[in-house]
């Protein structure tokens, strides 16, 4: 079935930076999109970035968009996300993803059927 498990959260202070990780084990989910969401208390489960199976393709929501960097390395099975800039408003609950699909990035957490377990990230003002 394959697993991914989430690493890197923590406090962070506005204005910092941070860098979540994704392990794939038990299937390596290589030739499929993988992506972020997060979740916040009393809110909706929402993407913030998702990559193609080879990562030429990439996908951001519009409030991390400059700020956030999505990136992947198939030979380690690995996903990463680097949060620059962080904003007090990016604290949440953060989740990897894999979709199906190998190039198109949807948005919609219904589309992936692979989930973390989600690693908390807050930031201080």
């Known amino acids: 079935q394959g697993q991914l498990v989430e690493s890197g959260g923590g406090v962070v202070q506005a204005g910092g930076s941070l860098r979540l990780s994704c392990a794939a084990s038990g299937r390596t989910f290589r030739n499929q999109v993988r992506g972020w969401f997060r979740q916040s208390p009393g809110k909706e489960r929402e993407f913030v970035s998702g990559?193609?199976?080879?990562?030429?393709?990439?996908r951001y929501a519009d409030s991390v968009k400059g700020r956030f960097t999505i990136s992947r390395d198939n030979d380690k099975h690995m996903v990463y996300l680097q949060m620059n800039e962080p904003r007090t408003d990016d604290t949440g609950v953060y989740y990897c993803?894999?979709?199906?699909?190998?190039?198109?990035?949807?948005?919609?957490?219904?589309?992936?059927?692979?989930w973390g377990q989600g690693s908390q990230v807050t930031v201080s003002p």
């Open positions: 993803a894999a979709d199906r699909q190998p190039n198109y990035i949807t948005a919609a957490p219904a589309d992936y059927d692979n």
């Open positions: 990559t193609s199976w080879s990562g030429a393709i990439t």
